[in-house]
Structure formats: C-alpha cells, structure tokens
C-alpha cells in the first residue's frame, strides 16, 4: 500500500514540486494539504494551486485539520510554523519529514526531545542524496587531510533565502567537526578588517546571496602547494524534494527517534 502524505506549505515553492511529484510516485499518495490559515490557496483544490487537474484534496488552513488521514507529514515551511506542526503532530504521533531550516539551538532540541517521545522524525539541512554523499566524502577526506589542511565552507543561494548560513553549510561543518573532534567554537563566519593569521583549526564558512541560485556548496581543503575541492551544485528544487519524498516512505513505521537522510540512505556505517 502506498504511504498516506500530508504537504505542509503546500502553495510554496517547495510544497508544490513536493505535490507534483508524488503525484508521480507510485509508493507515495497525497491525502492533506495545508497552509497558513490566511493564505489566500486555503479552500483552493490542490490541482488548482500546483498546476494539476482537479484532485478533490482541499488545501486546509491547519494540520489538525488533515492530521488524521496520513501517515507521514513532510514539512517544507518557516521554523516558527515548523515548530507548531510538531508540537501538534505529537499528539497523533504520525511520522514526519522535515526538511525546515533556520531554528534556534534551543528549538531544535525541542523538536527532537518530542520526536524521541511521540514519533519517527527524519529531519535534515538537506535532504538531496547528492549531498548526504557529499557529507559522507568531506568526513572521509577531512580525517586523511586532519593536519596541514586549512578548510573553508563556500555556500551560495538565491536571493530570498532568508537565513545564513545555510543549513546545509552547517551541516558541512559540523560532519567536519565531528571528525576532527573540533567544535561550533571553531566556525569562522565571514572576516572582515585587520584579522590575523588563520588559525589551525578554523573551519571557515562564506555566504553568497543572489539570482536565483538554487544552492550550492564547496569544501576546500587547501594545503601547502596543493588544494582539494569536493563541490555539490543543485539546479532545481525537486533534487530535495526527491530525497524528502524517499524519506517520507522510509520513516513510515519506524520507532520513535531522530533519523537522518545518512539513515535513509544507508550511509551512516559506511
């Protein structure tokens, strides 16, 4: 049986490629959409919204108002939404997606503390599998290059990107972090004016804002007469949508708890 979705923001940009594909996606059913309770799509068919024939799924102004047709809840939205949906989400205890960025620390320990209460929760930077690979070779290659290797973060998007860095820059960092045994106390955002010399153990992170830029993100490396660069470019919004839509199925039926997109690709133990 395919999996019962509900698409939160479902008249943006990442909520309308999330529909169309699934509505391409023989393992996965839209049954809920949702949005704000003031956008004008709230009453709208979802078809009418996203470019579809009629599909007889109303956008709703509410989860709770969808909650309980689904089995899985994929949310592209803001993190002061994002945050609501959850605490209303564990209550029904229903899977979730989140692909949301931009939460304070103390927000995002929030979301995980109900996640390991109540449901199976998938929550990633970056939900395309490019990238998760590309996590996976910046771990390998920042553990071989652990000494004489200065390592920068170069990340740009569009211009309506409302937070910076972007989480996936920071997920970057923190993979590298994790295998040199540095911290956030270590990330070096932007430089400006009379600096000093590098420090050893910088883990350097630069944003770019502007056009349409989708998103994209460089590691470098760079040694003593030689550089390493391992980059990831993303030219549409379906390569996030895709991964979030596999990882709507594959938290289905899982156990209470945090996962990643390293779970849902089988990256983790590699």
Not at 167 to 194: H, M, P, W
Request: hydrophobic share 40%; net charge neutral; glycine share 10%.
């Amino acid at each position: 049986m395919p999996v019962k979705a509900i698409v939160a923001g479902a008249a943006g940009r990442m909520g309308k490629t999330l529909i169309n594909l699934i509505f391409n996606n023989s393992e996965i059913d839209l049954v809920g959409a949702f949005e704000h309770p003031e956008h004008p799509a709230v009453g709208k068919d979802v078809g009418e919204v996203v470019g579809l024939p009629k599909t007889g799924i109303v956008i709703e102004g509410s989860l709770e108002k969808v909650i309980e047709k689904g089995d899985v809840i994929i949310d592209f939205t803001f993190h002061k939404a994002s945050l609501e949906n959850i605490k209303i989400n564990a209550k029904y205890k229903k899977a979730y997606v989140l692909g949301t960025t931009g939460f304070a620390k103390e927000e995002l320990e929030e979301i995980h503390q109900l996640a390991k209460q109540n449901f199976p929760l998938v929550q990633d930077y970056n939900m395309s599998m490019g990238v998760n690979l590309l996590c996976k070779l910046v771990e390998i290659t920042a553990k071989v290059l652990a000494e004489g290797y200065d390592i920068e973060i170069i990340e740009a998007h569009h211009r309506m990107k409302k937070d910076a860095p972007s989480g996936t820059a920071l997920k970057l960092a923190n993979v590298i972090a994790q295998a040199l045994g540095r911290s956030d106390k270590d990330y070096r955002f932007c430089r400006e004016g009379i600096i000093g010399e590098r420090t050893p153990k910088e883990i350097g992170i630069q944003t770019i804002r502007g056009g349409d830029i989708v998103g994209e993100h460089t590691v470098l490396f760079a040694g003593i007469g030689e550089r390493i660069e391992l980059t990831h470019k993303a030219s549409s919004r379906e390569t996030f949508a895709r991964g979030a839509i596999k990882a709507a199925i594959w938290v289905v039926g899982k156990e209470p708890g945090v996962y990643g997109m390293q779970d849902v690709l089988g990256l983790r133990n590699l």
